[in-house]
């Protein structure tokens, strides 16, 4: 542990930080379609949160917000839900992320577009930020570890 991670100040203000830092990486995923900001953006400020957490508290006790073992499943999640979101349209019928051919009824056409869209700002900011923190936390561990 170093003498950083011992500071009470800086714990403080990392754990009271990241729930603000995080409720604003729900606006930037929830808003993407309608102005800037999106799924990568969204995902990278969750991934900055988890960071702030595992350089300010230490990785152990970071890991009761984000483990290390989830990193590749949650990525893999993100990009399903992307690729998924995609297939599924051309299974109906219609091409790759053609939204009005998602199975969702009772939604005009605008509505199926606007969720089709969050679909896969949800699945591209899971990617992003599960592959951000994995990357840290690959470095971290160094060489030859599991």
């Known amino acids: 542990?170093?003498?950083?991670?011992?500071?009470?100040?800086?714990?403080?203000?990392?754990?009271?930080?990241?729930p603000f830092i995080q409720l604003f990486a729900?606006?930037?995923i929830f808003h993407g379609?309608?102005?800037?900001?999106g799924g990568f953006q969204?995902?990278?400020?969750?991934?900055?949160?988890?960071?702030?957490?595992?350089?300010?508290?230490?990785?152990e006790r970071s890991e009761l917000k984000f483990r290390k073992s989830w990193g590749t499943p949650v990525g893999a999640l993100g990009a399903?839900?992307?690729a998924g979101t995609g297939l599924l349209t051309l299974l109906l019928g219609g091409r790759f992320l053609e939204y009005h051919f998602l199975p969702l009824p009772d939604l005009s056409r605008a509505e199926l577009h606007s969720t089709g869209i969050?679909?896969?700002e949800v699945g591209v900011s899971l990617a992003v930020m599960a592959v951000l923190v994995a990357i840290y936390d690959d470095i971290m561990e160094g060489?030859?570890?599991?």
Do not use: E, K, Q, W
């Open 80 to 82: 399903m839900i992307f």
């Open 143 to 146: 060489p030859g570890g599991d």
């Open 33 to 37: 379609h309608f102005g800037p900001g």
């Open 118 to 120: 969050l679909l896969i």
């Open 1 to 18: 542990m170093t003498s950083s991670s011992r500071n009470p100040i800086l714990i403080t203000a990392s754990r009271l930080l990241a």
């Open 26 to 28: 729900l606006y930037v």
């Open 42 to 59: 969204g995902g990278a400020l969750l991934a900055a949160s988890i960071l702030m957490l595992r350089l300010s508290v230490g990785a």
